[in-house]
Protein backbone atom coordinates (compact mmCIF):
# COMPACT_ATOMS: atom_id res chain seq x y z
CA UNK A 1 0.00 0.00 0.00
CA UNK A 2 1.65 3.45 -0.87
CA UNK A 3 2.32 5.95 1.88
CA UNK A 4 0.20 9.12 1.36
CA UNK A 5 2.34 12.22 1.91
CA UNK A 6 -0.16 15.06 -0.40
CA UNK A 7 -3.53 15.14 -1.27
CA UNK A 8 -4.88 14.02 -4.14
CA UNK A 9 -4.06 15.02 -7.92
CA UNK A 10 -6.57 17.30 -9.46
CA UNK A 11 -7.17 14.17 -12.07
CA UNK A 12 -7.15 11.31 -8.97
CA UNK A 13 -10.07 13.24 -7.19
CA UNK A 14 -12.07 14.31 -10.23
CA UNK A 15 -11.95 10.61 -11.10
CA UNK A 16 -12.92 9.91 -7.44
CA UNK A 17 -15.56 12.40 -7.43
CA UNK A 18 -17.56 10.86 -10.48
CA UNK A 19 -17.55 7.52 -8.35
CA UNK A 20 -18.56 9.18 -5.52
CA UNK A 21 -21.24 11.23 -7.46
CA UNK A 22 -22.42 8.21 -9.95
CA UNK A 23 -22.84 6.44 -6.07
CA UNK A 24 -25.25 9.01 -4.62
CA UNK A 25 -27.64 8.83 -7.84
CA UNK A 26 -27.46 4.77 -7.55
CA UNK A 27 -28.66 5.23 -3.83
CA UNK A 28 -31.09 8.04 -4.56
CA UNK A 29 -32.53 5.97 -7.53
CA UNK A 30 -33.14 2.37 -5.72
CA UNK A 31 -33.69 4.29 -2.50
CA UNK A 32 -37.17 2.55 -2.57
CA UNK A 33 -35.39 -0.79 -2.45
CA UNK A 34 -33.92 -0.63 0.94
CA UNK A 35 -35.67 -1.57 4.06
CA UNK A 36 -36.73 1.58 5.93
CA UNK A 37 -35.29 0.74 9.25
CA UNK A 38 -31.93 -1.29 8.95
CA UNK A 39 -32.23 -5.58 10.70
CA UNK A 40 -29.76 -5.34 12.46
CA UNK A 41 -28.56 -5.27 16.32
CA UNK A 42 -26.42 -2.69 18.35
CA UNK A 43 -23.03 -3.27 18.04
CA UNK A 44 -22.61 -4.79 14.40
CA UNK A 45 -21.65 -2.18 12.69
CA UNK A 46 -18.94 -1.75 15.20
CA UNK A 47 -18.10 -5.57 15.08
CA UNK A 48 -17.17 -5.19 10.95
CA UNK A 49 -14.74 -2.30 11.38
CA UNK A 50 -11.10 -3.27 12.13
CA UNK A 51 -9.69 -2.54 15.30
CA UNK A 52 -7.18 -0.71 14.32
CA UNK A 53 -7.09 2.26 11.24
CA UNK A 54 -4.62 1.59 8.19
CA UNK A 55 -1.16 2.03 8.80
CA UNK A 56 -0.85 3.31 5.08
CA UNK A 57 -3.23 4.76 2.68
CA UNK A 58 -5.90 2.64 0.93
CA UNK A 59 -7.45 2.89 -1.77
CA UNK A 60 -10.53 5.19 -2.54
CA UNK A 61 -12.08 2.61 -4.43
CA UNK A 62 -12.12 0.13 -1.26
CA UNK A 63 -13.53 3.03 0.67
CA UNK A 64 -16.31 3.51 -1.37
CA UNK A 65 -16.85 -0.17 -1.37
CA UNK A 66 -16.85 -0.38 2.23
CA UNK A 67 -19.97 2.41 2.77
CA UNK A 68 -21.88 -0.27 0.94
CA UNK A 69 -20.12 -2.87 2.94
CA UNK A 70 -19.91 -1.80 6.04
CA UNK A 71 -22.16 1.58 6.98
CA UNK A 72 -25.46 0.79 4.29
CA UNK A 73 -26.46 -1.87 6.55
CA UNK A 74 -26.67 -0.10 9.22
CA UNK A 75 -28.70 3.35 7.43
CA UNK A 76 -32.03 4.20 8.41
CA UNK A 77 -32.91 5.75 5.55
CA UNK A 78 -34.02 9.36 5.77
CA UNK A 79 -34.26 9.67 2.25
CA UNK A 80 -37.00 7.08 1.67
CA UNK A 81 -40.42 7.95 0.73
CA UNK A 82 -41.75 5.48 3.31
CA UNK A 83 -39.90 7.11 6.03
CA UNK A 84 -42.61 9.28 7.80
CA UNK A 85 -41.25 9.40 11.28
CA UNK A 86 -40.21 11.75 13.37
CA UNK A 87 -39.91 15.30 10.64
CA UNK A 88 -38.33 13.79 7.92
CA UNK A 89 -35.44 15.25 7.01
CA UNK A 90 -34.80 14.91 3.13
CA UNK A 91 -32.02 16.07 1.25
CA UNK A 92 -33.00 17.56 -2.24
CA UNK A 93 -30.34 17.35 -5.47
CA UNK A 94 -29.27 21.09 -5.54
CA UNK A 95 -28.89 20.85 -1.83
CA UNK A 96 -26.57 17.72 -1.89
CA UNK A 97 -24.57 19.43 -4.31
CA UNK A 98 -24.29 22.90 -2.34
CA UNK A 99 -22.86 20.90 0.63
CA UNK A 100 -20.06 19.53 -1.55
CA UNK A 101 -19.14 23.40 -2.84
CA UNK A 102 -19.09 24.32 0.91
CA UNK A 103 -17.21 21.47 1.50
CA UNK A 104 -14.90 22.05 -1.43
CA UNK A 105 -14.30 26.04 -0.52
CA UNK A 106 -14.07 24.70 3.75
CA UNK A 107 -15.28 28.44 4.33
CA UNK A 108 -14.72 29.50 8.00
CA UNK A 109 -17.04 32.47 8.69
CA UNK A 110 -16.11 33.78 11.69
CA UNK A 111 -15.20 37.49 10.60
CA UNK A 112 -16.53 38.88 7.50
CA UNK A 113 -12.52 39.03 6.36
CA UNK A 114 -12.34 35.52 6.98
CA UNK A 115 -14.95 34.79 4.20
CA UNK A 116 -16.64 37.79 2.95
CA UNK A 117 -19.08 35.93 0.24
CA UNK A 118 -20.11 33.78 3.35
CA UNK A 119 -21.45 36.44 5.18
CA UNK A 120 -23.13 38.11 2.76
CA UNK A 121 -24.55 35.30 0.84
CA UNK A 122 -26.56 34.48 4.48
CA UNK A 123 -27.46 37.77 5.10
CA UNK A 124 -29.18 38.09 1.53
CA UNK A 125 -30.05 34.56 1.34
CA UNK A 126 -32.19 35.02 4.49
CA UNK A 127 -33.15 38.43 3.51
CA UNK A 128 -35.02 36.56 0.39
CA UNK A 129 -36.06 33.38 2.72
CA UNK A 130 -38.14 36.16 5.56
CA UNK A 131 -40.17 37.60 2.36
CA UNK A 132 -41.10 34.11 1.65
CA UNK A 133 -42.23 33.91 5.51
CA UNK A 134 -43.60 37.23 5.06
CA UNK A 135 -41.96 38.53 8.18
CA UNK A 136 -41.59 42.14 8.70
CA UNK A 137 -38.30 43.76 7.50
CA UNK A 138 -37.25 44.43 10.98
CA UNK A 139 -36.03 41.29 11.90
CA UNK A 140 -32.56 40.24 11.59
CA UNK A 141 -31.55 36.48 10.58
CA UNK A 142 -28.48 34.21 11.27
CA UNK A 143 -27.70 30.70 10.52
CA UNK A 144 -27.22 28.35 13.67
CA UNK A 145 -27.06 24.70 13.29
CA UNK A 146 -30.01 23.05 14.49
CA UNK A 147 -33.45 24.34 16.39
CA UNK A 148 -32.33 23.57 20.12
CA UNK A 149 -29.23 25.90 19.26
CA UNK A 150 -31.00 28.36 17.71
CA UNK A 151 -33.64 28.41 20.47
CA UNK A 152 -30.94 28.17 23.09
CA UNK A 153 -29.69 31.24 21.76
CA UNK A 154 -32.94 33.26 22.03
CA UNK A 155 -33.51 32.29 25.28
CA UNK A 156 -29.90 33.27 25.67
CA UNK A 157 -31.00 36.98 24.98
CA UNK A 158 -34.03 36.85 26.55
CA UNK A 159 -31.78 36.32 29.66
CA UNK A 160 -29.75 39.32 28.76
CA UNK A 161 -32.41 41.74 27.75
CA UNK A 162 -33.77 41.34 31.48
CA UNK A 163 -30.38 40.89 32.99
CA UNK A 164 -27.45 42.59 31.43
CA UNK A 165 -25.45 41.76 34.21
CA UNK A 166 -25.26 38.49 33.74
CA UNK A 167 -22.88 38.44 31.16
CA UNK A 168 -20.33 39.62 33.87
CA UNK A 169 -21.63 38.53 37.37
CA UNK A 170 -23.05 35.51 36.30
CA UNK A 171 -26.10 33.34 37.36
CA UNK A 172 -25.26 33.71 41.35
CA UNK A 173 -25.90 37.43 40.83
CA UNK A 174 -29.31 37.13 40.10
CA UNK A 175 -32.71 35.81 41.37
CA UNK A 176 -34.30 32.29 40.57
CA UNK A 177 -35.64 33.04 37.05
CA UNK A 178 -38.85 31.61 35.15
CA UNK A 179 -39.16 30.45 31.95
CA UNK A 180 -42.29 29.39 30.59
CA UNK A 181 -43.75 27.02 27.72
CA UNK A 182 -46.23 24.76 27.30
CA UNK A 183 -46.70 20.84 28.10
CA UNK A 184 -46.08 20.40 25.07
CA UNK A 185 -42.78 22.21 24.26
CA UNK A 186 -39.56 20.59 22.77
CA UNK A 187 -37.06 19.42 25.32
CA UNK A 188 -34.72 21.62 23.73
CA UNK A 189 -36.26 24.53 25.45
CA UNK A 190 -35.96 22.60 29.18
CA UNK A 191 -32.24 21.50 27.67
CA UNK A 192 -31.17 25.29 27.06
CA UNK A 193 -32.85 26.20 30.74
CA UNK A 194 -30.11 24.03 32.28
CA UNK A 195 -26.97 24.68 29.99
CA UNK A 196 -27.93 28.40 30.76
CA UNK A 197 -28.00 28.41 34.55
CA UNK A 198 -31.80 28.54 34.70
CA UNK A 199 -32.53 25.01 35.64
CA UNK A 200 -35.38 22.80 35.32
CA UNK A 201 -37.16 23.72 38.04
CA UNK A 202 -37.45 27.09 36.26
CA UNK A 203 -39.07 25.67 33.70
CA UNK A 204 -42.74 26.44 34.03
CA UNK A 205 -44.90 23.61 31.87
CA UNK A 206 -47.87 25.96 30.90
CA UNK A 207 -51.40 23.44 30.84
CA UNK A 208 -52.73 22.97 27.48
CA UNK A 209 -57.14 22.69 26.03
CA UNK A 210 -58.35 19.96 24.09
CA UNK A 211 -56.20 20.52 20.99
CA UNK A 212 -52.87 20.75 23.04
CA UNK A 213 -52.49 24.24 22.65
CA UNK A 214 -50.89 26.46 25.54
CA UNK A 215 -53.59 28.48 27.38
CA UNK A 216 -53.25 31.71 27.85
CA UNK A 217 -54.67 32.35 30.80
CA UNK A 218 -53.16 29.16 32.61
CA UNK A 219 -49.46 31.01 31.59
CA UNK A 220 -50.65 34.60 33.02
CA UNK A 221 -51.54 32.60 35.90
CA UNK A 222 -47.68 31.01 36.43
CA UNK A 223 -46.17 33.90 35.46
CA UNK A 224 -48.07 36.07 38.63
CA UNK A 225 -47.56 32.78 41.10
CA UNK A 226 -44.06 33.41 40.18
CA UNK A 227 -43.67 37.36 40.91
CA UNK A 228 -45.63 36.11 44.01
CA UNK A 229 -42.81 33.54 45.10
CA UNK A 230 -39.83 36.13 44.37
CA UNK A 231 -38.78 34.40 40.92
CA UNK A 232 -38.52 36.84 37.51
CA UNK A 233 -39.97 36.14 34.22
CA UNK A 234 -38.39 36.64 31.76
CA UNK A 235 -39.34 34.40 29.08
CA UNK A 236 -42.02 32.65 27.34
CA UNK A 237 -41.39 30.25 24.25
CA UNK A 238 -44.85 29.56 22.49
CA UNK A 239 -44.67 26.88 19.74
CA UNK A 240 -45.92 26.77 15.86
CA UNK A 241 -45.85 22.77 15.36
CA UNK A 242 -44.69 21.10 18.42
CA UNK A 243 -43.38 18.25 18.03
CA UNK A 244 -45.66 15.73 19.16
CA UNK A 245 -48.92 17.13 17.79
CA UNK A 246 -47.78 19.58 15.16
CA UNK A 247 -50.28 21.68 17.92
CA UNK A 248 -50.22 25.81 17.52
CA UNK A 249 -49.90 27.85 20.69
CA UNK A 250 -52.32 31.18 20.15
CA UNK A 251 -49.22 33.49 19.53
CA UNK A 252 -51.32 36.82 19.17
CA UNK A 253 -52.75 35.99 22.89
CA UNK A 254 -49.53 35.16 24.15
CA UNK A 255 -47.67 38.05 23.20
CA UNK A 256 -49.71 40.21 24.60
CA UNK A 257 -49.51 38.80 27.86
CA UNK A 258 -45.92 39.20 27.40
CA UNK A 259 -46.00 43.02 25.97
CA UNK A 260 -47.65 43.40 29.60
CA UNK A 261 -45.28 41.59 32.01
CA UNK A 262 -42.02 42.87 29.55
CA UNK A 263 -41.21 39.28 29.04
CA UNK A 264 -39.17 38.40 25.66
CA UNK A 265 -41.63 36.01 23.44
CA UNK A 266 -39.34 33.10 21.66
CA UNK A 267 -41.35 31.01 18.85
CA UNK A 268 -40.60 27.46 18.11
CA UNK A 269 -41.60 27.04 14.28
CA UNK A 270 -38.85 24.61 13.82
CA UNK A 271 -41.35 22.28 11.84
CA UNK A 272 -44.10 24.26 10.56
CA UNK A 273 -42.40 27.92 9.71
CA UNK A 274 -41.89 26.65 6.32
CA UNK A 275 -45.60 26.71 5.37
CA UNK A 276 -45.74 30.71 6.51
CA UNK A 277 -45.18 31.21 2.67
CA UNK A 278 -48.94 29.53 1.92
CA UNK A 279 -51.30 32.11 2.31
CA UNK A 280 -53.96 29.49 3.41
CA UNK A 281 -52.19 28.71 6.58
CA UNK A 282 -51.24 32.44 7.29
CA UNK A 283 -54.39 31.65 10.24
CA UNK A 284 -51.73 29.65 11.98
CA UNK A 285 -49.14 32.95 12.43
CA UNK A 286 -51.25 35.55 13.58
CA UNK A 287 -49.04 37.41 15.70
CA UNK A 288 -45.97 35.77 14.75
CA UNK A 289 -44.43 39.64 14.06
CA UNK A 290 -44.86 40.44 17.76
CA UNK A 291 -42.39 37.72 18.49
CA UNK A 292 -38.73 38.62 19.72
CA UNK A 293 -37.30 35.99 18.12
CA UNK A 294 -37.84 33.13 16.01
CA UNK A 295 -36.91 29.74 14.75
CA UNK A 296 -37.76 27.75 11.54
CA UNK A 297 -35.27 25.00 10.14
CA UNK A 298 -35.28 24.34 7.15
CA UNK A 299 -33.80 21.13 7.10
CA UNK A 300 -36.63 19.61 8.03
CA UNK A 301 -39.97 20.45 5.47
CA UNK A 302 -37.64 22.57 2.62
CA UNK A 303 -35.79 19.69 1.56
CA UNK A 304 -32.34 21.52 2.76
CA UNK A 305 -29.32 18.95 3.75
CA UNK A 306 -29.36 18.81 7.67
CA UNK A 307 -27.96 21.10 9.29
CA UNK A 308 -29.32 24.52 8.41
CA UNK A 309 -31.69 26.55 11.05
CA UNK A 310 -32.33 29.84 10.66
CA UNK A 311 -33.15 31.95 13.57
CA UNK A 312 -34.28 35.65 13.69
CA UNK A 313 -34.53 38.42 16.15
CA UNK A 314 -35.75 41.59 16.30
CA UNK A 315 -33.60 42.40 19.02
CA UNK A 316 -29.90 41.46 17.12
CA UNK A 317 -28.39 43.94 19.57
CA UNK A 318 -29.77 42.20 22.68
CA UNK A 319 -28.29 38.97 20.81
CA UNK A 320 -24.57 40.89 20.33
CA UNK A 321 -24.88 42.03 23.72
CA UNK A 322 -24.78 38.66 25.30
CA UNK A 323 -22.15 36.88 23.19
CA UNK A 324 -20.14 39.12 21.45
CA UNK A 325 -15.91 39.19 22.57
CA UNK A 326 -13.63 40.05 20.09
CA UNK A 327 -10.31 38.98 21.30
CA UNK A 328 -6.96 40.97 19.53
CA UNK A 329 -6.60 38.18 16.70
CA UNK A 330 -9.73 38.77 15.26
CA UNK A 331 -9.85 42.34 14.94
CA UNK A 332 -10.17 43.59 11.32
CA UNK A 333 -9.48 47.16 9.82
CA UNK A 334 -13.18 46.73 8.04
CA UNK A 335 -15.35 45.83 11.82
CA UNK A 336 -16.54 48.99 11.85
CA UNK A 337 -18.24 48.62 8.23
CA UNK A 338 -19.42 44.79 8.76
CA UNK A 339 -21.08 41.79 10.47
CA UNK A 340 -19.00 39.74 11.94
CA UNK A 341 -21.03 36.41 12.83
CA UNK A 342 -18.86 35.16 15.70
CA UNK A 343 -20.76 38.38 17.03
CA UNK A 344 -24.14 36.81 17.29
CA UNK A 345 -23.71 32.77 18.93
CA UNK A 346 -21.68 31.40 21.17
CA UNK A 347 -19.77 29.32 18.06
CA UNK A 348 -16.53 30.74 16.48
CA UNK A 349 -15.67 28.83 13.47
CA UNK A 350 -19.19 28.66 11.08
CA UNK A 351 -18.92 26.82 7.72
CA UNK A 352 -20.61 27.89 4.64
CA UNK A 353 -24.53 26.60 5.45
CA UNK A 354 -26.52 29.33 3.41
CA UNK A 355 -25.44 27.92 0.29
CA UNK A 356 -27.48 25.29 1.14
CA UNK A 357 -30.27 27.27 0.84
CA UNK A 358 -29.77 29.52 -1.38
CA UNK A 359 -29.20 26.57 -4.28
CA UNK A 360 -32.46 25.40 -3.05
CA UNK A 361 -34.80 28.24 -3.68
CA UNK A 362 -32.75 28.82 -6.94
CA UNK A 363 -33.37 25.23 -7.88
CA UNK A 364 -37.46 25.39 -7.21
CA UNK A 365 -38.25 28.38 -6.50
CA UNK A 366 -40.98 30.33 -4.16
CA UNK A 367 -43.90 28.56 -6.48
CA UNK A 368 -42.15 25.04 -6.69
CA UNK A 369 -41.29 25.01 -3.44
CA UNK A 370 -45.33 26.39 -1.98
CA UNK A 371 -46.82 23.87 -4.65
CA UNK A 372 -44.56 20.75 -2.87
CA UNK A 373 -45.67 22.14 0.43
CA UNK A 374 -49.01 22.06 -0.68
CA UNK A 375 -49.02 18.38 -1.80
CA UNK A 376 -47.79 17.32 1.84
CA UNK A 377 -50.75 19.11 3.44
CA UNK A 378 -52.76 17.15 0.88
CA UNK A 379 -51.26 13.90 1.18
CA UNK A 380 -51.52 14.15 5.35
CA UNK A 381 -55.04 15.36 5.22
CA UNK A 382 -56.20 12.21 2.63
CA UNK A 383 -54.75 10.06 5.45
CA UNK A 384 -55.97 11.81 8.27
CA UNK A 385 -59.23 11.33 6.38
CA UNK A 386 -58.44 7.71 6.25
CA UNK A 387 -58.24 7.35 9.76
CA UNK A 388 -61.35 9.33 10.45
CA UNK A 389 -63.65 7.03 8.23
CA UNK A 390 -61.86 3.28 9.10
CA UNK A 391 -63.65 1.08 11.36
CA UNK A 392 -60.91 0.47 14.08
CA UNK A 393 -58.92 3.81 14.27
CA UNK A 394 -59.30 7.15 15.46
CA UNK A 395 -57.65 10.58 15.28
CA UNK A 396 -55.98 11.79 18.78
CA UNK A 397 -54.93 15.32 17.39
CA UNK A 398 -56.31 17.81 15.25
CA UNK A 399 -53.23 17.94 12.15
CA UNK A 400 -53.30 21.75 10.97
CA UNK A 401 -49.60 20.66 9.25
CA UNK A 402 -48.61 17.15 7.53
CA UNK A 403 -48.44 14.98 10.39
CA UNK A 404 -51.50 12.81 11.55
CA UNK A 405 -51.59 11.63 15.44
CA UNK A 406 -53.86 8.21 15.42
CA UNK A 407 -54.23 5.05 17.27
CA UNK A 408 -55.93 1.57 16.61
CA UNK A 409 -59.19 0.91 18.60
CA UNK A 410 -60.75 -2.52 18.33
CA UNK A 411 -63.70 -3.84 19.01
CA UNK A 412 -64.18 -5.22 22.21
CA UNK A 413 -60.80 -4.00 23.46
CA UNK A 414 -60.99 -2.47 26.94
CA UNK A 415 -59.31 0.98 27.41
CA UNK A 416 -56.35 -0.19 29.74
CA UNK A 417 -55.05 -2.65 27.01
CA UNK A 418 -55.07 -0.16 23.84
CA UNK A 419 -51.39 0.90 24.55
CA UNK A 420 -50.03 -2.35 24.63
CA UNK A 421 -52.06 -3.17 21.28
CA UNK A 422 -50.78 0.14 19.44
CA UNK A 423 -47.17 -0.32 20.65
CA UNK A 424 -47.42 -4.29 19.20
CA UNK A 425 -48.87 -2.55 16.01
CA UNK A 426 -45.98 -0.27 15.66
CA UNK A 427 -43.40 -2.57 16.26
CA UNK A 428 -44.66 -4.62 13.54
CA UNK A 429 -45.11 -1.84 11.24
CA UNK A 430 -41.75 -0.95 11.46
CA UNK A 431 -40.59 -4.43 11.63
CA UNK A 432 -41.67 -5.14 7.56
CA UNK A 433 -39.00 -2.60 6.54
CA UNK A 434 -41.68 -0.91 4.41
CA UNK A 435 -42.48 1.52 6.70
CA UNK A 436 -41.48 3.47 9.17
CA UNK A 437 -43.28 5.73 11.86
CA UNK A 438 -42.60 6.66 15.25
CA UNK A 439 -45.07 7.77 18.20
CA UNK A 440 -45.48 10.15 21.04
CA UNK A 441 -48.23 9.81 24.61
CA UNK A 442 -50.71 12.34 24.37
CA UNK A 443 -53.35 12.03 27.93
CA UNK A 444 -51.39 8.45 28.57
CA UNK A 445 -52.93 6.95 25.05
CA UNK A 446 -49.81 5.66 23.14
CA UNK A 447 -50.05 7.20 19.86
CA UNK A 448 -49.05 6.68 16.77
CA UNK A 449 -47.36 9.40 14.05
CA UNK A 450 -47.53 9.50 10.47
CA UNK A 451 -45.76 12.59 8.83
CA UNK A 452 -45.44 13.56 5.34
CA UNK A 453 -42.60 16.28 4.50
CA UNK A 454 -40.39 14.25 2.15
CA UNK A 455 -38.67 15.51 -1.01
CA UNK A 456 -39.92 12.09 -2.53
CA UNK A 457 -43.12 11.60 -1.38
CA UNK A 458 -46.01 11.11 -3.49
CA UNK A 459 -49.43 9.71 -3.46
CA UNK A 460 -48.86 6.52 -3.75
CA UNK A 461 -46.63 5.83 -0.96
CA UNK A 462 -49.09 7.44 1.36
CA UNK A 463 -51.47 4.86 -0.12
CA UNK A 464 -48.90 2.06 0.19
CA UNK A 465 -48.43 3.18 3.86
CA UNK A 466 -51.77 2.72 4.67
CA UNK A 467 -52.10 -0.99 3.17
CA UNK A 468 -49.13 -1.53 5.86
CA UNK A 469 -50.79 0.00 8.22
CA UNK A 470 -54.11 -2.04 7.60
CA UNK A 471 -52.50 -5.35 7.01
CA UNK A 472 -50.34 -5.38 10.03
CA UNK A 473 -53.65 -4.51 12.57
CA UNK A 474 -55.71 -7.50 11.00
CA UNK A 475 -53.26 -9.78 11.30
CA UNK A 476 -52.40 -8.15 15.05
CA UNK A 477 -56.17 -8.85 15.93
CA UNK A 478 -56.37 -12.04 14.44
CA UNK A 479 -53.77 -13.65 16.71
CA UNK A 480 -55.20 -11.62 19.47
Excluded at 288 to 306: C, G, Q, R, Y
Excluded at 312 to 327: D, G, H, M, N, Q
Amino acid sequence: MPKRISDMTPEEFSAAGKRVIEWAERYLKDIETYRVLPDIKPGEINKRMPDSPPDFGEEFDKILEDVDRIVMPGITHWQHPKFMAYFASTASGPGILADIVSSTFNSNGMVWKSSPSLTEVEAKTLEWYRSMLGLPDNFKGIIYDTASISSFHGIAAARDYKFPESRTKGMSSLPPLGLYCSEQAHSSIEKAAIALGVGIEGVRKIKVDSEFRMIPAELEKAINEDIGKGIEPFCVVATIGTTSTTSVDPVDAISSICRKYDLWLHVDAAYAGVTAMLPEMKIHFKGIENADSIVTNPHKWLFVPIDLSVFYTKRPEILKRAFSLVPEYLKTEVDAEVENLMDYGIQLGRRFRALKLWFVIRYFGVEGLKEILRKHIRLAQSFADWIRESPGFELLAPSPFSAVCFRAVPPGLKEEDLNKFNKLLLERINSTGELFLTHTVLNDKFTIRLVVSGIRQEERHVEEARKVIKREYETLLNNQ
